[in-house]
């Protein structure tokens, strides 16, 4: 079983930076890939980045392409996202979430989660 808590959501200006983390416990972390998913007022939840559980690939959503990183440190067993360039469309809950297996955007695949952290982007 794997225990994931997201922090550092925060309300920000477009333009601004902000840097998620997902800790993680209950397994050895690097057995596991991670990925960021999001979730809008009124939308289905979506994919934004994953990582490889040794952290050396890493795939990304079209919208969020060169300015979001993710990252990991498995000494630390947590997942990062730092986030650049934000604009109100990012405007979402974050999700965090952790699976055993291939690359895989689809949310459905993915069998732990964390409760969620609120990111608010103003204009």
């Known amino acids: 079983q794997v225990l994931l808590v997201e922090s550092g959501g925060d309300l920000v200006q477009a333009g601004d930076s902000l840097r998620l983390s997902c800790a993680a416990s209950?397994?050895?972390?690097?057995?596991?890939?991670t990925a960021w998913f999001r979730q809008a007022p009124g939308k289905e939840r979506e994919f934004v980045a994953t990582i490889s559980g040794l952290g050396h690939l890493t795939h990304y959503a079209d919208s969020v392409k060169g300015r979001f990183t993710i990252s990991r440190d498995n000494a630390k067993s947590t997942v990062y996202l730092q986030m650049n360039s934000l604009s109100p469309e990012d405007t979402a809950v974050y999700y965090c979430?952790?699976?055993?297996?291939?690359?895989?955007?689809?949310?459905?695949?993915?069998?732990?989660w964390g409760q969620g952290t609120q990111v608010t982007v103003s204009s």
């Open positions: 979430a952790a699976r055993r297996g291939a690359r895989t955007t689809s949310a459905s695949d993915y069998d732990f």
């Open positions: 209950g397994v050895t972390f690097s057995d596991y890939r």
